[in-house]
């Protein structure tokens, strides 16, 4: 991971220069398929690293600007380029991924950039995240959208002690390889209840995340989703798939239920339909 760090004379510096595969759709249906779930996961893994890869830059700069002592290890990789703004009391941090593809620690690969900004104020117990999106691909979808991340450091029913919670308000459009066009809205609450005393080693976190969410398809169908138990995502796994917990899938009258296991670091799942279960490889 390359960084660099402008001063606002640089940054004003630099203006002034610059001034002189397969078929993903589900088909139409009046009942949950496998195909549909296929594709929702599939937006919902795009979701998930976003929202972490904008954390983890939070937190890199919540410890720079702390001086926090030790090596701050971001889950970048190498080949993401940062660049640093501080103005009138507001950080941006822009993370560009290039034109190549980048991956992630999970497998996923990354490309174009994230710019997201917060206030230089790291007592707080709340902060608002913004991030947009310009040029972004994940996995070869386009991911467009500026959306925002509420962090706040309090304690809940999953965790007694303070912990780091994030809600994002989700609004993106998802366009897939083969043209098709996804709109994803909803809230996905995150919940950090491991590895937030140890911001130096992002690989010893531990999520939990719950919400409710809508995808509509490109045929016009709506599928809702809905966090029944906790989805628990475990960073050592290197996976960009929960190890636990389960979620409803319903369009109009038919439901489908994801059961994501009981804890071991896979890509597997089973889905139960018209009670009917079996067992379903998660794809990327």
């Known amino acids: 991971m390359k960084t660099k760090i402008l001063s606002c004379g640089a940054a004003l510096a630099l203006a002034l220069l610059s001034s002189c595969s397969s078929n993903e759709s589900a088909p139409a249906t009046t009942t949950v398929t496998t ?5 929702d996961a599939k937006i919902d893994a795009s979701v998930d690293d976003v929202a972490n ?3 983890d830059q939070y937190t890199v700069q919540q410890g720079l ?5 030790g090596t701050i290890k971001s889950m970048l990789p190498l080949c993401a380029t940062i660049t640093t703004v ?4 507001t950080w941006t941090r822009t993370i560009d991924f290039g034109t190549q593809g980048c991956a992630l620690p999970n497998g996923n690969t990354v490309k174009g950039k994230i710019t997201i900004s917060f206030v230089n104020n790291f007592t707080s117990l709340s902060q608002t995240i913004t991030y947009t999106l310009d040029g972004f691909y994940h996995n070869d979808k386009k991911i467009e959208g500026t959306k925002t991340i509420i962090r706040t450091l309090k304690s809940s029913d999953l965790l007694v002690a303070v912990h780091p919670i994030s809600t994002c308000t989700l609004d993106l459009t ?3 390889a083969d043209g098709k066009v996804y709109k994803r809205t909803g809230t996905r609450v995150k919940e950090m209840t491991e590895g937030f005393d140890t911001k130096s080693n992002w690989e010893d ?4 995340v719950w919400g409710t969410g809508n995808t509509t398809f490109p045929d016009g169908s709506v599928y809702t989703a809905t ?10 796994c290197h996976l960009p798939f929960p190890v636990l917990g389960s979620v409803s899938i319903t369009k109009n009258q038919s439901e489908a239920v994801i059961d994501f296991g009981t804890g071991i670091c896979d890509n597997l799942a089973t889905v139960t339909i018209l009670a009917v279960t079996k067992e379903i490889t998660l794809e990327k």
């Open 174 to 176: 998802i366009t897939f």
């Open 53 to 55: 890869i904008v954390e």
């Open 35 to 39: 195909a549909a779930i296929t594709v």
């Open 65 to 69: 600007t702390n001086k926090s002592t």
């Open 227 to 236: 966090i029944k138990t906790p989805l628990r995502f475990v960073m050592t």
């Open 205 to 208: 976190n531990v999520f939990l």
């Open 86 to 89: 501080l103005t009138n009391g």
